[in-house]
């Protein structure tokens, strides 16, 4: 039986790649499922046209959902660890860094936020961890000494 002037084995092995294609090409290998469904289709097709599977609809759909359920096992929990592995903080350097502020109310950890607009943005200010039991009283004049977005960590000068 050849579909569009190709064997069955060809064609599953056509559409494992086209599933690996659009699971790395426009999704960037954000789901396992046709990542899996396309390895498990091409090596499927490869054992059809080496002739140890036989070429019919039903064995090779049954040989692509049993490889891709293995395939599936076996990359679940390096996969999941990758996703879950934690980036390293990187030292973001700023314009925004070493600016100075006048505060118009008093900043601490527990009180409410205490916001400054600066070039047209409305940015929160938050007490450097470092001196986190520390109060800053309105008035007070504030470095820039993280920024965030949206957010701008100070400490007082």
């Known amino acids: 039986m050849d579909v569009f002037g190709i064997s069955p084995a060809q064609l599953t092995i056509i559409i494992g790649l086209i599933l690996l294609s659009v699971e790395t090409l426009l999704l960037g ?3 396992i499922v046709l990542l899996a469904v396309g390895i498990a289709a091409i090596i499927t097709g490869g054992l059809a046209w080496a002739g140890i599977l036989p070429e019919t609809f039903l064995s090779l759909v049954s ?7 293995i395939i599936t096992a076996l990359l679940w929990k390096p996969l999941k ?3 879950q ?21 008093t900043l601490s950890a527990q009180d409410t936020p205490v916001y400054v607009k600066h070039s047209g943005i409305q940015w929160q200010l938050l007490l450097d961890p470092t001196s986190h039991d520390q109060v800053i009283p309105a008035g007070s004049t504030v470095k820039v000494v ?12």
Not at 146 to 156: D, I, N, Y
């Open 146 to 157: 993280s920024v965030a977005v949206g957010k701008f960590t100070v400490q007082a000068c």
């Open 63 to 69: 040989a692509t959902g049993i490889g891709a359920g």
């Open 85 to 105: 592995s934690k980036v390293e903080a990187s030292n973001v350097h700023s314009d925004f860094m070493g600016l100075t502020f006048t505060l118009s109310s």
């Open 81 to 83: 660890r990758l996703q």
């Open 29 to 31: 290998l954000s789901t």
